[in-house]
């Protein structure tokens, strides 16, 4: 039986009409339930892979089918990322001006569900970070792990399949960092949640199930 939650062959991106070839033939498969680092250079590629698989960007050429939609193929890609995928960034992306609260509700806007329906999911994984006293607070008020833990609060709240993180602990100081990990790493054994993880940091990388090194578009070696 095939448990793969992600197959990618000859997956191509360039950019700057071709001369900057991002992704030059990837073949990957990634399993249901799986945490893997993708590591590489800076430049290497790696981002664009992520961004790949969460459809943030579409294929030059090549296949890739990501829980079970071919996103080659499908013009519902905005639907796809509000189901299926949680993003984490190095950056937070926090919206300033709203609460905790609210910034952890904003992927559930097309779900669908009751207001309340919306607070009692947020609370829950705000409770599950250790965030639940920071509700009402804005994220300027907040140190930068906790803006990280609100940021894997919001990747969780639609019951997501995947969870891509591009350098979650590149803004951190190495204590908050490891603290990040940890709690990315439980929570993905919890909920049994594939995570895709890039990192150019060794240590953060050695921490998942498998590692794929990447350089100059390709994949250079699959532990």
């Known amino acids: 039986m095939n448990n793969n939650i992600i197959e990618i062959r000859n997956l191509k991106k360039s950019y700057d009409n071709g001369k900057i070839k991002a992704l030059n033939g990837i073949d990957l498969d990634i399993k249901k339930g799986e945490f893997v680092s993708i590591m590489g250079p800076s430049g290497s590629g790696k981002s664009t892979l992520l961004n790949m698989i969460g459809a943030l960007d579409v294929a030059g050429e090549g296949f890739i089918k990501v829980a079970g939609i071919d996103l080659t193929k499908t ?3 905005n639907e796809f990322r509000s189901k299926e995928i949680g993003f984490v960034f190095q950056m937070h992306n926090l919206i300033p001006n709203l609460t905790v609260l609210e910034n952890v509700e904003i992927p559930l806007y097309e779900a669908n569900l009751s207001s309340e329906e919306m607070r009692k999911r947020a609370l ?5 970070v250790n965030l639940e006293d920071k509700i009402n607070q804005t994220p300027t008020k907040l140190s930068g792990g906790e803006r990280q833990r609100v940021a894997i ?3 969780l709240v639609n019951h997501p399949s995947i969870i891509l993180a591009d350098e979650p602990t590149g803004s951190l100081d ?3 960092g490891d603290m990040i990990l940890k709690l990315m790493r439980d ?3 919890q909920k049994n949640v594939t995570l895709v993880m890039v990192t150019h940091e060794p240590y953060v990388g050695n921490l998942a199930d498998r590692i794929i090194n990447v350089l100059d578009g390709k994949i250079i070696k699959l532990n």
């Open 124 to 128: 829950e994984l705000l409770k599950s």
């Open 174 to 176: 190495s204590k908050t």
């Open 75 to 77: 013009s519902k890609l």
């Open 153 to 155: 609060a919001r990747a």
């Open 187 to 189: 929570l993905h054994q």
